[in-house]
Nanobody, 124 residues
Framework: QVQVMESGGGLVQAGDSLRLSCEAPARAFTSFAMGWFRQSPGKEREFVAALDWAGESLTYAESVRGRFTISRDNGKKTVYLQMSRLTPEDTAVYYC?????????????????WGPGTQVTVSS
């Protein structure tokens, strides 16, 4: 079983920053795009950000563009999501996932290994 694990969530105030991390084993990380998604109660899982294997092709949801930055350290098999200027609307469980391919996509069905998620709560 492939274990993808997120960390770094927590309770912060509006305007604060937070960095999420996601570790994956080599067979779920090497050569694959990685993505971050989030889900709030009563809502569907939505795309946040993704990047390709080389970390050169990045894509963001419009709602986080300019505030969030996705990056990866292939040596550590870790992908990061640096979040700044957080708002209560960013409150959600954040999931990391490995894509089936090398190029990033925004569709959850294009990802096959998912972590259990980490809760991010932003108070006003």
């Amino acid at each position: 079983q492939v274990q993808v694990m997120e960390s770094g969530g927590g309770l912060v105030q509006a305007g604060d920053s937070l960095r999420l991390s996601c570790e994956a084993p080599a067979r779920a990380f090497t050569s694959f795009a990685m993505g971050w998604f989030r889900q709030s109660p009563g809502k569907e899982r939505e795309f946040v950000a993704a990047l390709d294997w080389a970390g050169e092709s990045l894509t963001y949801a419009e709602s986080v563009r300019g505030r969030f930055t996705i990056s990866r350290d292939n040596g550590k098999k870790t992908v990061y999501l640096q979040m700044s200027r957080l708002t209560p609307e960013d409150t959600a469980v954040y999931y990391c996932a490995t894509a089936y391919a090398a190029l990033p996509t925004t569709t959850p069905r294009d990802y096959h290994y998912w972590g259990p998620g980490t809760q991010v709560t932003v108070s006003s």
